[in-house]
């Protein structure tokens, strides 16, 4: 997959820096939403092309008339960028089919996803005929709400891309061009990046095709905002607060110690351990506590052997030494190392009690050193199995 030049990571990180509408400038984000967009294109052309020899020719040629016409739109917005997101998914699932092992087919070849039912019902490459269908979307219960991919910056002011407008809402990038500590930066502020993949992924123990990773990156969004929510009990703002200001408690810390930190930080904030975020409110914590408690509660998913080798689920947190052949001690040993890392700083970082307002930081190795390069799933919670097995079709 192509990924994110110097250039634009340094325009990314400007982004980030423009998301407080106090200090923001006008159209800031169309620089990075451009370069989005102009990213997602090339993958487009590449994921058909990849297809050649598998799908018949006349097949090659109609995949590419659709991302000519998806792109044929020339809006630039948060917006446009989160449906041509969509259409490309829908696309990159409908082109799976071209998948001869059924071993490497996602659900057992089910790809019928919340998006893909809906889409199938509407001309999916016309953007307004896909706005029209986010715009009348009226969520069930335990679903992610579409229009979380609506911006303001289609239809509001100068300031309806940055927060506060953007609280709250999803923002589709390709997987692998943010890194961990831009990851929590955004949760911190309540800012969703939702992953894209252009080919069936594991994730979560499961094959997901990019319709279903998309919809399981928003069940994240949904579990945080909704389901989580009576753990936090109305403090969800001061958790945010003591994130931003570890994060800034981070910066002049080493590559393994950032890590480590911004693994359990993201975990609790991403994945919803055991709707546990309120853990970060604590100024300290024990070697046995959190996840290490006794009788902590563990999703048996957790313990697939296969989970631990694809960089695309654990195995992206793990050293690659530990990913092939690793038993589920000698990956329960290394978390305990990293969360004694993790303990040990959150501590230093909170021993004065004092939360100040955090910046973004520069682009820098340190950081690029604690990249998620694949959005690793790390899922605790049996509800998140459950809700997979039984998603409708």
């Known amino acids: 997959m192509a990924k994110l030049s110097s250039d634009t990571r340094g325009r990314l990180w400007w982004q980030l820096a423009q998301l ?23 993958v ?4 058909v092309d990849s297809y050649k020899g598998a799908a018949a020719d006349h097949e090659i040629k109609l995949y590419h008339r659709y991302v000519r016409k998806i792109f044929s739109n020339k809006r630039v917005s948060f917006t446009a960028l989160n449906i041509k997101s969509l259409q490309c998914a829908y696309l990159f699932s409908l082109m799976t089919k071209h998948i001869p092992n059924p071993d490497k ?12 039912d809906y889409l199938s019902d509407i001309d999916w490459t016309s953007y307004d005929a896909v706005l029209d269908m986010i715009l009348e979307h009226e969520p069930e219960e335990e679903e992610a709400d579409l229009k979380w991919l609506l911006i303001e910056d289609d239809f509001g002011g100068d300031e309806s891309y940055c927060i506060p407008s953007l609280k709250n809402k999803a923002i589709i990038v390709l997987l692998g061009e943010l890194t961990l500590h831009e990851l929590v930066w955004s949760l911190a ?42 753990d936090k009990a109305g403090r969800s703002d001061e958790i945010n607060a003591r994130v931003n200001h570890f994060l800034e408690f981070l910066a002049d810390k080493d590559a393994a ?18 709707c546990r975020e309120s853990i970060l409110l604590e100024d300290s914590f024990t070697p046995d506590s959190g996840i290490f408690r006794p009788g902590a509660g563990t999703d048996e998913t957790m313990f697939l052997p296969g989970r631990f080798r694809a960089v695309t689920d654990l195995g992206g947190f793990l050293p690659v030494d530990l990913r092939v052949g690793a038993t589920v001690e000698t990956v329960m040993a290394w978390l305990r190392s990293q969360w004694l890392i993790f303990i040990e700083v959150w501590a230093a970082c909170f021993a004065g009690g004092v ?24 899922n605790l919670m049996q509800k998140r199995k459950r809700r997979t097995t039984h998603r409708k079709k």
Not at 257 to 274: G, K, N, R, T
Not at 355 to 377: D, F
């Open 20 to 42: 407080s509408c106090g200090t923001s400038e006008a159209n800031s984000h169309i620089p990075f939403v451009k370069s989005q967009l102009k990213l997602l294109y090339g």
């Open 44 to 47: 487009a052309r590449q994921t």
């Open 105 to 116: 087919k996602p659900y057992g070849d089910r790809i019928r996803e919340l998006f893909y």
């Open 189 to 230: 502020h309540d800012v969703y990046f939702i992953g894209l993949i252009p080919k069936i992924t594991y994730a979560d123990g499961a094959l997901m095709s990019p319709i279903s990773f998309l919809v399981h990156d928003l069940d994240h969004m949904h579990d945080r905002l909704l389901l989580c929510q009576e």
């Open 257 to 274: 110690v950032q890590a480590a930190s911004l693994m359990f930080v993201f975990l609790y904030m991403h994945h919803e351990i055991e």
């Open 355 to 378: 939360v100040a307002a955090a910046a973004p930081r520069s682009s820098s190795s340190r950081y690029r050193a604690a990249t998620l390069r694949n959005a690793a799933a790390w």
